[in-house]
C-alpha cells in the first residue's frame, strides 16, 4: 500500500516547500520495516527507562518534581484533583491547591490507569519512556516523507504526471530505508531525551509524540488527526498553544497560492484550501488556548497567572512588557543575551545539526518555547541540563530532515551535499548523547547512591508508615507513597519528623550552613536526633514546643517564587 506524504509537486525546485506526491512505496521494499520500528522503539523504551531507573537507583531523583507528579497523578487515579502537598506547602499555596493551578496539564490523567497497576513514582518514568518510544515510528514515517522523490523520479525536483510514474529505484529505497533507520536511531538516543529522562518525570513525555504527530499528519494533509494532536498538545502545557500557532502560520505559508500551477488537479487545490482553513485555525486557536488557560483556567484552579512570569528586564507584566519592547525593539536582543550560556544555548541546539534546521520554516514552532528560555531571569531555563530541550527536538529533527530531503530531492551536487550534511549532523548527535548520559548507563559505579544518598534511604526507612514528614528533596519520592511528606525547606513546618543532611547542599537551600542552622533550631526547640549517618540526620518531635517561623499553608497564604542559587546558570552542562 503507498506510503502517503505531505511533499508537493512544487514546479520550481528552488522553493523550500516539500513535495505532496510522492512515488508509492509497497512494505516490499523495507522502507517502513515493522521489524526495525519496532526495534528502534524498543531502544529508545529501553535507554530513557533505563536513564530515570539508574537515576531512581542512585537516589538523584527529588520530589520536585518526580514526588509532585507522582502525587498529582495519584490524585487523578483516585478519581480527585492532583493535589500535590509537595507542590504547595514549599510554595506556599492554600491547602488542596490542585497542580492545574500551576501549571495546565489535564492530559496527565491519562496515566491514572497505570496507577491502578502500580501506583508508585517509577510507574511514571517507565510511562514516559513509553510515550517518547511512541515518537520513533513517527519520526521514521517524518523521514520517508521527507526523503520520497517527486513522480517521475526527476534530479532536478520536478513532478511527473501520475500516469507516467517509474518504478522505484531500488538505490533510491535503500536511501529512504536508510534515513528511516538512523532518524529513529538519532531520536531514540538523542541527547534532549536522555536529558529528560534523567530529569524524572515532566509534562513533556506527552508534548514530544504529540508535536510529532502533528507534523506527521499535516505532511499527509490529514489536517483532522492534526488538528486533534494540536488540541492535546494545548491541554498538555499552557505555553504549547504557542507552538500551535506557529505551525499554523507555517501550513499558511506553505499552503499559500504560488502564481501559475499549470496541470494542478482539482484535488490538490481543494487539499490547498484545507491546509489554509486549518492553518488559520491553529494560528488563532493556539495562541487563544494558552491565553485562556493562562488568565482564565489556572487562577479558577487557585493558581497566579503571572506566577511563571519571570521577565524583570523586560517588564512587571505581558502588558508592560510588549510597551517596553515597542519602545525598545532592542531591549530583547539585550536580555537575550546578558548571560554568557544563552547565546551558548542557541548555538549549542542549532549547532550540534550544523544549522540545517534553520533551512525549513518548521524551525518557526521552537522559537516561543525558545524565547521563553533565554529571555527568563531564571538561570535554570539556559541550560541543557534539564527536560526544556525535549520540547524543542521533535521540531529541531523535522525541521533538519526536511531540509535535507529537500537538497536530496534537487539532485547532484546538492544531493551529496545533503548526505554530507546528515552523515556528519548523525554523528555529532550520538556523540553528544553518548557523553550526555549515555555513557554512563554502562558505567556500574553510576547506578550507585553516594555514601550520603544511601544514608538518607536507610534514614527513611527508619520512618513509620502514615507519618508526618519533612524531608530532603532526593529521598521524598521514597517517602511519597506511604507517609505524608513534604520538602524540608526555608519555613520550618513543625512535622512529627525531619530527614535533613548537614553538610551538603541540597535543594532548595542556598548553603549548606543553613541545613547546620535548621538542625540546631529545631534541636533547641522539642526535637530529638534518633538517627544520624554521613551528615545525614534523623529528627524527632518530642514535644509541643513552638518552633520559631513554624509556618503551615492555610488560605490566606501568599504563593512564594523560588530563589535560585548565585552559582546556578553559569555552565550550558550543569543545571
Known amino acids: 500500500m503507498p506510503v502517503e506524504t505531505g511533499l508537493s509537486p512544487s514546479t520550481r525546485p528552488s522553493r523550500p516547500l516539500l513535495p505532496r506526491a510522492v512515488r508509492p512505496f509497497t512494505p516490499g521494499t523495507g522502507a517502513l520495516s515493522g521489524r526495525r520500528t519496532a526495534l528502534l522503539t524498543l531502544l529508545c523504551f529501553a535507554v530513557?527507562?533505563?536513564?530515570?531507573?539508574?537515576?531512581?537507583?542512585?537516589?538523584?531523583?527529588?520530589?520536585?518534581?518526580?514526588?509532585?507528579?507522582?502525587?498529582?497523578?495519584?490524585?487523578?487515579?483516585?478519581?480527585?484533583?492532583?493535589?500535590?502537598?509537595?507542590?504547595?506547602?514549599?510554595?506556599?499555596?492554600?491547602?488542596?491547591?490542585?497542580?492545574?493551578?500551576?501549571?495546565?496539564?489535564?492530559?496527565?490523567?491519562?496515566?491514572?490507569?497505570?496507577?491502578?497497576?502500580?501506583?508508585?513514582?517509577?510507574?511514571?518514568?517507565?510511562?514516559?519512556?513509553?510515550?517518547?518510544?511512541?515518537?520513533?515510528?513517527?519520526?521514521?514515517?517524518?523521514?520517508?516523507?521527507?526523503?520520497?522523490?517527486?513522480?517521475?523520479?526527476?534530479?532536478?525536483?520536478?513532478?511527473?504526471?501520475?500516469?507516467?510514474?517509474?518504478?522505484?529505484?531500488?538505490?533510491?529505497?535503500?536511501?529512504?530505508?536508510?534515513?528511516?533507520?538512523?532518524?529513529?536511531?538519532?531520536?531514540?538516543?538523542?541527547?534532549?531525551?536522555?536529558?529528560?529522562?534523567?530529569?524524572?518525570?515532566?509534562?513533556?513525555?506527552?508534548?514530544?509524540?504529540?508535536?510529532?504527530?502533528?507534523?506527521?499528519?499535516?505532511?499527509?494533509?490529514?489536517?483532522?488527526?492534526?488538528?486533534?494532536?494540536?488540541?492535546?498538545?494545548?491541554?498538555?502545557?499552557?505555553?504549547?498553544?504557542?507552538?500551535?500557532?506557529?505551525?499554523?502560520?507555517?501550513?499558511?505559508?506553505?499552503?499559500?497560492?504560488?502564481?501559475?500551477?499549470?496541470?494542478?488537479?482539482?484535488?490538490?487545490?481543494?487539499?490547498?484550501?484545507?491546509?489554509?482553513?486549518?492553518?488559520?485555525?491553529?494560528?488563532?486557536?493556539?495562541?487563544?488556548?494558552?491565553?485562556?488557560?493562562?488568565?482564565?483556567?489556572?487562577?479558577?484552579?487557585?493558581?497566579?497567572?503571572?506566577?511563571?512570569?519571570?521577565?524583570?528586564?523586560?517588564?512587571?507584566?505581558?502588558?508592560?512588557?510588549?510597551?517596553?519592547?515597542?519602545?525598545?525593539?532592542?531591549l530583547l536582543v539585550q536580555v537575550a543575551t546578558n548571560a554568557t550560556v544563552k547565546p551558548l544555548l542557541v548555538l549549542w541546539l542549532f549547532g550540534t545539526l550544523l544549522l540545517v534546521p534553520l533551512r525549513s520554516a518548521t524551525t518557526l514552532c521552537l522559537l516561543p518555547l525558545l524565547a521563553e528560555r533565554v529571555l527568563s531571569d531564571n538561570p535554570n531555563h539556559w541550560s541543557i541540563a534539564h527536560h526544556y530541550d525535549a520540547f524543542l527536538w521533535p521540531v529541531l529533527l523535522t525541521a533538519t530532515l526536511e531540509a535535507l530531503g529537500h537538497l536530496h530531492a534537487r539532485g547532484g551536487a546538492r544531493r551529496r551535499t545533503a548526505y554530507g550534511l546528515g552523515t556528519a549532523a548523525v554523528a555529532i548527535a550520538l556523540v553528544s548523547s553518548l557523553t550526555l548520559g549515555g555513557i554512563s548507563l554502562l558505567t556500574p559505579a553510576s547506578w550507585r547512591p553516594s555514601a550520603s544518598n544511601a544514608a538518607l534511604v536507610r534514614g527513611a526507612g527508619q520512618i513509620p508508615d502514615g507519618a508526618l514528614v519533612e524531608a530532603d528533596n532526593q529521598v521524598v519520592p521514597r517517602l511519597v507513597g506511604r507517609t505524608d511528606v513534604v520538602l524540608v525547606d526555608g519555613v520550618p513546618r513543625g512535622r512529627d519528623y525531619v530527614l535533613i543532611r548537614s553538610d551538603t547542599r541540597t535543594f532548595p537551600f542556598q548553603t549548606a550552613a543553613e541545613q547546620a542552622e535548621r538542625i540546631d533550631l529545631l534541636l533547641a526547640h522539642g526535637y530529638r536526633q534518633v538517627w544520624a549517618e554521613h551528615g545525614v540526620v534523623l529528627l524527632h518531635r518530642e514535644s509541643d514546643e513552638p518552633v520559631p517561623g513554624a509556618r503551615v499553608p492555610d488560605g490566606d497564604s501568599t504563593p512564594v517564587k523560588e530563589i535560585v542559587p548565585s552559582d546556578v546558570g553559569h555552565n550550558l552542562f550543569k543545571g
Open 48 to 330: 530513557t527507562a533505563a536513564c530515570g531507573l539508574q537515576q531512581w537507583s542512585a537516589v538523584l531523583l527529588g520530589g520536585f518534581d518526580l514526588g509532585i507528579f507522582h502525587q498529582g497523578v495519584a490524585g487523578y487515579a483516585h478519581l480527585g484533583l492532583p493535589v500535590s502537598p509537595v507542590k504547595s506547602y514549599h510554595h506556599e499555596f492554600p491547602p488542596a491547591f490542585s497542580l492545574l493551578g500551576d501549571h495546565f496539564s489535564p492530559i496527565l490523567a491519562a496515566l491514572a490507569p497505570l496507577y491502578w497497576i502500580w501506583e508508585d513514582p517509577r510507574t511514571l518514568l517507565l510511562g514516559q519512556a513509553l510515550l517518547l518510544a511512541a515518537g520513533v515510528p513517527l519520526i521514521r514515517r517524518i523521514a520517508v516523507h521527507c526523503f520520497t522523490l517527486p513522480l517521475g523520479g526527476a534530479a532536478d525536483g520536478t513532478a511527473g504526471s501520475a500516469a507516467g510514474a517509474a518504478e522505484p529505484d531500488p538505490a533510491d529505497l535503500r536511501t529512504v530505508r536508510r534515513v528511516a533507520d538512523l532518524a529513529g536511531l538519532v531520536y531514540g538516543l538523542g541527547w534532549p531525551l536522555l536529558a529528560a529522562a534523567r530529569g524524572g518525570f515532566h509534562e513533556v513525555a506527552f508534548a514530544v509524540p504529540l508535536t510529532l504527530l502533528m507534523f506527521e499528519r499535516g505532511m499527509t494533509r490529514r489536517y483532522g488527526t492534526a488538528a486533534l494532536a494540536a488540541a492535546l498538545l494545548c491541554a498538555t502545557k499552557e505555553d504549547l498553544g504557542l507552538l500551535v500557532g506557529v505551525y499554523g502560520l507555517v501550513l499558511l505559508w506553505r499552503n499559500r497560492p504560488r502564481g501559475d500551477r499549470q496541470g494542478e488537479q482539482a484535488g490538490d487545490r481543494a487539499g490547498d484550501r484545507r491546509g489554509l482553513a486549518y492553518g488559520a485555525g491553529l494560528l488563532i486557536g493556539g495562541p487563544l488556548a494558552s491565553a485562556l488557560a493562562i488568565t482564565r483556567l489556572i487562577p479558577a484552579m487557585g493558581g497566579q497567572p503571572d506566577y511563571y512570569w519571570v521577565y524583570g528586564p523586560i517588564g512587571p507584566d505581558a502588558g508592560k512588557a510588549l510597551g517596553n519592547l515597542l519602545g525598545d525593539p532592542l
